[in-house]
C-alpha cells in the first residue's frame, strides 16, 4: 500500500525558513516523481513543484520560485521542500503528491501538513 | 499559464441524482485532465486522468469527457460517501494548474 507522511510543518514568523519532509513506502520510490501541492486557507489546489524520478527535471510555481527548493533522499525514501523567505500568503496545507507513471497527474497523495506564517 | 475554470462553484444535490461538474481551460490543453475527490482532513483523491479514464478502483458511477478546453466530470448517481469538493487539474504545460473547484453538498 502507498503511503505518503508529511513532517515539519509549524508556526514561523514571516522571512523565516523551513524543512518540509515527505516519507513514503509501499512503491520504488527512486522511480518516481514527486511534487508539493499547498491548499490556503480556504482556497483550491495549488500546485508548488515537481522533482523527477532522476532529479533532471524540476519545476516551481512562479509564486516560489527563488524561495523554495525541492530535493530528494532516495537512500531514505524522503522528498523534502526547503522554503525560505516565507511569506504570510505561504501560509496552508502542504501536500506531497507523487506523480502517476508517465504523466504529471498525482496517483497517490499525502494527508497534509501545515505551515502557518505569521507574526 | 493555462486557467482552469471549473462551474458552478456549488452544487446542491439529493442522494441518487445524477450531476455533472463543468471545467474550462483558457488554452487547448488536449485530453490531458485529471480530476479529483477532496474531502476535509484527507489527501485528494484521483478519480479521472486523461479526461476519461478511471483510476484504479473507483467505482463506474463517476465518468469523464472531454478535449480541447471543455471537460465534465459526471456522478451518475450521488452516493453519501460522494459529498466533497472536486477538482480538475491540467498537465498539458507548466506551470500544472487546477481549478478553484466545486463543492457538491447535500440538497
Known amino acids: 500500500e502507498v503511503h505518503l507522511l508529511e513532517s515539519g510543518g509549524g508556526l514561523v514568523q514571516p522571512g523565516e525558513s523551513l524543512r518540509l519532509s515527505c516519507e513514503a513506502s509501499?512503491?520504488?520510490?527512486?522511480?518516481?516523481?514527486l511534487s508539493w501541492v499547498r491548499q490556503a486557507p480556504g482556497k483550491g489546489l495549488e500546485w508548488v513543484s515537481a522533482?523527477?524520478?532522476?532529479?533532471?527535471?524540476?519545476h516551481y510555481a512562479d509564486s516560489v520560485k527563488g524561495r523554495f527548493t525541492i530535493s530528494r533522499d532516495n537512500s531514505k525514501n524522503t522528498l523534502y521542500l526547503q522554503m525560505n523567505s516565507l511569506r504570510a500568503e505561504d501560509t496552508a496545507v502542504y501536500y506531497c503528491?507523487?506523480?502517476?507513471?508517465?504523466?504529471?497527474?498525482?496517483?497517490?497523495w499525502g494527508q497534509g501538513i501545515l505551515v502557518t506564517v505569521s507574526s | 499559464e493555462i486557467v482552469m475554470t471549473q462551474s458552478p462553484a456549488t452544487l446542491s444535490v439529493s442522494p441518487g441524482e445524477r450531476t455533472t461538474l463543468s471545467c474550462r481551460a483558457s488554452q487547448s490543453v488536449s485530453s490531458n485532465v485529471a480530476w479529483y475527490q477532496h474531502k476535509p482532513g484527507q489527501g485528494p483523491r484521483l478519480l479521472i486522468y486523461a479526461a476519461s479514464t478511471r483510476a484504479t478502483g473507483i467505482p463506474a458511477r463517476f465518468s469523464g469527457s472531454g478535449s480541447g478546453t471543455e471537460f465534465t466530470l459526471t456522478i451518475s448517481s450521488l452516493q453519501s460517501e460522494d459529498f466533497a469538493v472536486y477538482y480538475c487539474q491540467q498537465y498539458n504545460n507548466w506551470p500544472l494548474t487546477f481549478g478553484q473547484g466545486t463543492k457538491v453538498e447535500i440538497k
Open positions: 503528491a507523487k506523480r502517476s507513471a508517465g504523466e504529471e497527474f498525482f496517483d497517490y
Open positions: 522533482l523527477s524520478a532522476n532529479v533532471i527535471s524540476i
Open positions: 509501499g512503491f520504488t520510490f527512486s522511480s518516481s516523481a
